[in-house]
């Protein structure tokens, strides 16, 4: 039942016995007669209760009802004492709206300090969350931070660019959880191209792009870091469907720079796009700058340890190399019965290139016949430049006759070949001399001995030809 069901039909029975009452009021009834004093008694109490139980709404309209019947008696009796219960019906109505007021006022206040109350509660709360939030970021970047810091040391007790460049990548498929592949690449000093020096893949494939892709690229150019979420919406790399880096659709990648010279590009990427943010490229990039400084150092001690033994001019391995080389094919045949073979070849009228163009001629043509010798050797045999215009190659497990006809492809290949001089086109020619372990002797000097005698003979004939050496004319020495 509804609070404000009571009040009404109250004020509904008042009604009924009011008019119960009107023919006694005509009759000029006194109100505080018996018969009409309890039905007013009656009214100001159903009006108490409504503005108690019903609400507001409801007890005005009731108290408007009630006093609009008493002001209707007021003037059909001509009693002015109707006209006092109106003033009380009044009074009564404005009292209980300051009252409400009042009340209202109280619950508003109460309401704002709830909801202020529950601002507090909520900004406290989120405040709680990001420092939260604040407290995990710090722990990952002091646990990124220690890794790099054991990195950093791990990196300074590695001597090889391999190993350092396969521990980055290691290193970065760890860090970066979303990474699927890691791959990193140097530049070739001779070419000016990226190499593959160590790729990883979390499915344990290989990397496929051994010199690099449009990504790497794009980095090696600009020298600056770049990240993409989806490759595939990317203007810039329009690449091949069927190429292999059309599968990357996530890229983040960092060039490896230090003291203003790129050395070569880290890239970590992913088949699904939006797998990187800008904490993942930064970090990829504070990697990047710690293998770069390492590399360098390796690189540094790598062409220091090649300066040692190779010729600034031609590329060539030096004479002290070749000697030491020798001696341990020669070792090394001796143990296993297998052959080699040495090639001494001399350059025809060397001075005359000197004299008629000059040293810096004379240099290209150095550097020339030793591309040319690059060109005829397999990866196993050794080429050295032996002193001033001669060239010496050793071939490991290679018989006589099998020398003999790589001399001659050699020979050849350097007659073929033509060189501008100062605007003039020359043609270079070239004598070679052959020896072989053991025919032509078991030391080191004996062989070195016959091959010279080969060649020796090789001008003697009229050079640019092959002298193959004789046992008789190895053993003359004796």
């Not at 001690?301 to 060539?316: F, K, N, Q, V």
């Not at 060239?391 to 350097?414: G, H, M, N, W, Y």
């Amino acid at each position: 039942m509804p609070p404000f069901f009571i009040p009404i039909v109250g004020f509904l029975l008042w009604i009924g016995l009011l008019a119960a009452v009107m023919p006694s009021l005509r009759l000029e009834l006194n109100l505080a007669d018996q018969a009409a004093a309890p039905h007013f008694f009656l009214s100001q109490l159903i009006l108490i209760l409504a503005w108690a139980f019903s609400g507001p709404l409801t007890a005005a309209i009731l108290t408007g009802l009630s006093t609009l019947i008493v002001f209707y008696l007021c003037l059909g009796t001509r009693q002015p004492a109707f006209f006092l219960q109106v003033l009380e019906y009044l009074a009564l109505f404005l009292f209980m709206v300051f009252f409400l007021y009042e009340i209202q006022k109280i619950t508003n206040q109460k309401r704002l300090s709830l909801e202020r109350l529950a601002e507090d509660i909520n900004l406290t709360a989120e405040e709680i969350q990001k420092r939260i939030a604040l407290k995990e970021a710090l722990e990952r970047k002091i646990e990124r931070l220690l890794g790099l810091q054991k990195l950093s040391a791990e990196l300074k007790d590695l001597k090889e660019s391999d190993a350092v460049a396969r521990r980055l990548a290691e290193h970065a498929l760890r860090v970066l959880p979303r990474a699927e592949e890691c791959a990193v690449y140097a530049i070739r000093p001779e070419h000016e191209e990226l190499a593959l020096l160590a790729g990883l893949r979390t499915d344990e494939a290989s990397v496929r792009e051994k010199e690099g892709t449009v990504f790497d690229q794009w980095v090696l150019k600009r020298c600056q870091a770049m990240m993409i979420e989806d490759a595939r919406n990317d203007f810039r790399f329009l690449t091949d469907p069927g190429a292999a880096s059309h599968a990357l659709r996530s890229v983040c990648a960092s060039p490896l720079v230090t003291e203003n010279k790129v050395l070569g590009v880290v890239r970590a990427s992913s088949r699904s796009p939006k797998a990187f943010n800008s904490d993942d490229l930064r970090l990829l990039d504070v990697i990047s700058s710690l293998g770069a400084v390492h590399l360098r150092n390796i690189l540094l001690y790598e062409r220091m340890g090649e300066l040692a033994i190779r010729d600034s001019l031609t590329g060539l391995y030096l004479n002290r190399y070749f000697q030491y080389r020798l001696s341990e094919e020669i070792l090394r045949g001796a143990s296993s019965g297998k052959p080699l073979s040495l090639i001494l070849l001399d350059i025809d009228h060397f001075k005359r290139y000197n004299d008629e163009f000059g040293h810096a001629a004379g240099d290209l043509v150095l550097r020339s016949i030793a591309t040319l010798l690059h060109g005829c050797l397999r990866s196993t045999d050794l080429a050295a430049r032996y002193g001033g215009e001669e060239f010496v190659v050793l071939l490991p497990d290679t018989a006589k006759d099998q020398a003999a006809q790589l001399a001659e492809r050699i020979r050849a290949s350097i007659e073929a070949h033509r060189i501008v001089l100062r605007r003039t086109e020359s043609r270079v020619t070239a004598s070679l001399g052959v020896s072989s372990y053991p025919e032509d002797g078991r030391a080191k000097e004996e062989l070195i001995w016959a091959v010279d005698r080969a060649l020796y003979d090789a001008k003697e004939k009229g050079r640019n030809r092959v002298v193959v050496c004789t046992a008789a004319r190895g053993r003359s020495k004796g």
